[in-house]
């Protein structure tokens, strides 16, 4: 086989190998943007219009925050409250800065509410990264409550912390029974209100609305990392195979859950037909509130 042949045969791995590495460098930077709208006759008048951005999985995202890149786009799209909704770090390869400087860039265009993920509880210095956010501006919303309010109205934001917190691990326990200790804890919503939840798990979206909750903020699954035409998501943690629960919104019992599919990698570094995403929300009021 004479060298030009070589060349001909070699040229088709060639092309293909380089194709790889452009989808691999292209998921490494591209940002997606999704809309919703979410409308409740709870929602007071104040609220109509109110814009929520969810920020979830950076996992310490470097080139994704390198010179304020991520924090100059959210700062365009003007966010009334910011929610963090777990693994602004990544546990197998900790940068406790890179989440703490994009929090604090946050922090300083609105407010920001925050919730740990499974990466955190894995954390040996996750009391220090607490520190630092809450430093930052962040409230830290570990199985609490607060008010948020304009002029007459208000509407509740609660954060429920990730089940891997709990030392608890014992055969049978698991990860929603855990969660279901959590809720149960906490003070029982006024239903009257327009009620917010926080969590990284998406895969318990019955067992939130269970607790009335209107809007509930996940993520965790990554979008299923690879995404495939007419099959969709292909793998998420805690749901196997072609899982249910990893991008969109999805309603149940008068509820919505928002699933963002993250702004991170963890074990799996490539994503396919699945961009990182920021999730914007409009709240909309309706019914006895409309004008």
């Not at 909704?85 to 925050?114: H, K, N, Q």
């Not at 049978?172 to 149960?184: C, E, I, N, P, Q």
């Not at 990182?276 to 909309?284: D, G, Q, Y």
């Amino acid at each position: 086989m004479d060298i030009k042949e070589t060349k001909r045969e070699a040229l088709p791995l060639a092309l293909l190998a380089g194709g790889a590495a452009l989808l691999f460098l292209r998921q490494l930077w591209r940002l997606t943007l999704s809309n919703y709208v979410v409308e409740s006759d709870k929602l007071p008048g104040e609220f109509d219009g109110f814009r929520i951005l969810q920020v979830s999985d950076l996992h310490n995202n470097k080139l994704l925050c390198h010179n304020g890149r991520l924090a100059s786009k959210i700062k365009t799209l003007a966010p009334d409250i910011i929610v963090v909704t777990g693994d602004v770090v990544d546990s197998g390869w900790t940068d406790l800065d890179v989440a703490v400087r994009f929090i604090r860039e946050a922090a300083a265009m609105c407010p920001v509410f925050y919730v740990p993920g499974n990466h955190e509880a894995r954390l040996r210095e996750r009391d220090i990264l607490f520190r630092m956010l809450k430093h930052a501006g962040a409230a830290l919303l570990f199985d609490r409550r607060e008010c948020i309010e304009k002029g007459a109205g208000k509407l509740f934001i609660t954060g429920v912390t990730d089940p891997h917190f709990d030392r608890l691990k014992a055969k049978g326990v698991s990860g929603s029974m855990r969660l279901t200790a959590r809720l149960r804890s906490m003070p029982a919503v006024e239903e009257e209100f327009f009620n917010i939840l926080l969590t990284h798990r998406s895969e318990h979206p019955a067992l939130y609305s269970k607790y009335g909750y209107d809007l509930i903020f996940a993520g965790h699954a990554h979008g299923g990392q690879w995404r495939l035409p007419a099959f969709g998501a292909v793998y998420s943690p805690n749901q196997g195979l072609f899982p249910e629960y990893t991008a969109g919104v999805h309603r149940m019992d008068g509820a919505e859950m928002i699933i963002s599919r993250g702004l991170g990698n963890s074990v799996l570094p490539l994503r396919i037909n699945n961009p990182f995403e920021l999730v914007m929300v409009t709240l909309k009021r309706r019914g006895r509130n409309a004008l």
